[in-house]
């Protein structure tokens, strides 16, 4: 009965794939503009915050509310590589 062989190759040495390597074709410009638009949400959203607050927050508003915080935390998380050439 043979024993199964196992690979002793360490892949720990290798620096960690970026998206853009990983991906079959150049998804510079995606990106880029992805970062982007991300960044501006990011930037942009807390108007929509201050305009509730002022407003007065509901019940009904408070979901609303929530998810604006959600979408520019996201906005911000996602857009936070990007730089103006």
């Known amino acids: ?3 199964p ?10 620096p960690a794939r970026t998206v853009e390597q990983r991906l ?3 998804t510079a ?4 503009a992805f970062r982007a638009t991300a960044f ?4 942009l959203a807390p108007v929509a915050h201050v305009v509730l607050l002022l407003d007065g927050l509901t019940g009904a508003e408070l979901p609303v509310f929530l998810g604006l915080v959600a ?9 936070r590589d990007h730089a103006t050439a």
């Open 71 to 79: 979408i520019n935390a996201a906005g911000l998380l996602a857009g």
């Open 1 to 3: 009965m043979e024993r």
């Open 5 to 14: 062989t196992v690979s002793t190759t360490d892949d720990s040495h290798r």
């Open 29 to 32: 410009r995606f990106v880029d």
């Open 40 to 43: 501006w949400t990011g930037t």
């Open 24 to 26: 079959p074709f150049d």
